[in-house]
């Protein structure tokens, strides 16, 4: 700047610093019970940044506290970006029931609901079954209930053992005669 013989110059690096990408891939919905997931392993933009949010220790979240936004800060400032994402948690399930074997054919209709002793809210399946509700008179056959929201679903398939109606008729031989001598009972067996 200036006029001859008065010019004088000053020179200065200017620090670019680079454009960054907080992206990453929200791996919703996860299970409960899944364990902990590195976040960095997640990362689809520009790697070396931090993670924060309930549920993370450094590169980890921990599945088991539930719902929770997580954020991913990257970059130097004033050149620093973040993108803050809601990890799904489905709650752990748990398909357990109470198996009423042996029943009798002829004992009428089981709402197998009662026989929930895990997490509710599933849906039955298998021979005999018509929504919550198992017949006998089908025999012993293999029920399975299911229960959770994908990808946290479970089953437990158990074997109903169903035992078939018996009769216990007889004819009654009376009168009889005391000086009758003794009578075989198995003979007057008609069921």
Known sequence: VGTAPCVETLAQIITVTPDVNPAWTNPS???ASA???NLNTLITGTAG???SGTGVSGTTFNPASGTQTVTYTVGTAPCVETSAQIITVNPDVNPAWTNPSPIC???GSINLNTLITGT???T???TGVSGTTFNPASGTQTVTYTVGTAP???TLA???TVTPDVNPAWTNPSPICASAGSINLNTLITG
């Open 105 to 107: 054919a002829s004992a």
């Open 158 to 160: 158990q074997s109903i």
């Open 49 to 51: 940044g931090t993670w």
């Open 152 to 154: 946290c679903v479970e």
């Open 124 to 126: 039955w399946s298998g």
């Open 120 to 122: 509710a809210g599933g």
């Open 29 to 31: 919905p996860i299970c």
């Open 35 to 37: 364990g902990s997931i």
